[in-house]
């Protein structure tokens, strides 16, 4: 068995190609019929019956911040340090935390924004009318 010839290799490459042709162009001729009947538009946008509950965006609440403010006491503060700190007292448990700046505090979304001599300040953000309107509370030490 020798190889084949030159006349046979460009006799197959002719059949080759026509072969090709031939199912490029069936498949051009081959269309595809949707019936949209019984099936959801996939661009009609979703339809909510109910509203979605309002959760905790920030993740799970701290013990502080499932106490008002008004409910808490500033005991103590390092305040001339390179990492300042806090100890705020619960009024009706009498628990003690310690606490340093952005610690998130209140029911009302708050956290201390500044630890300074005899104070701090405690910033609450709540939305009111579709706003987000911030105010900033003080808590002064009790001596």
Request: glycine share 6%; aromatic share 4%.
């Amino acid at each position: 068995m020798g190889l084949p010839d030159l006349r046979e290799q460009k006799n197959a490459a002719q059949q080759l190609e026509a072969l090709a042709e031939q199912l490029d162009m069936q498949s051009l001729k081959d269309y595809f019929d949707y019936d949209p009947r019984g099936r959801k538009d996939p661009f009609t946008p979703p339809e909510i019956d109910r509203e979605a509950e309002k959760l905790p965006s920030h993740g799970p609440l701290l013990a502080l911040q499932k106490v008002d403010l008004a409910s808490l006491r500033l005991i103590g503060i390092m305040w001339d340090v390179k990492r300042p700190r806090a100890m705020i007292q619960e009024t009706s448990s009498k628990k003690i935390h310690v606490v340093g700046p952005n610690a998130k505090i209140g029911t009302r979304n708050g956290y201390i924004a500044v630890i300074r001599e005899g104070e701090i300040v405690v910033v609450e953000t709540l939305e009111q009318d579709g706003r987000l309107v911030s105010t900033a509370q003080i808590l002064k030490l009790v001596r």
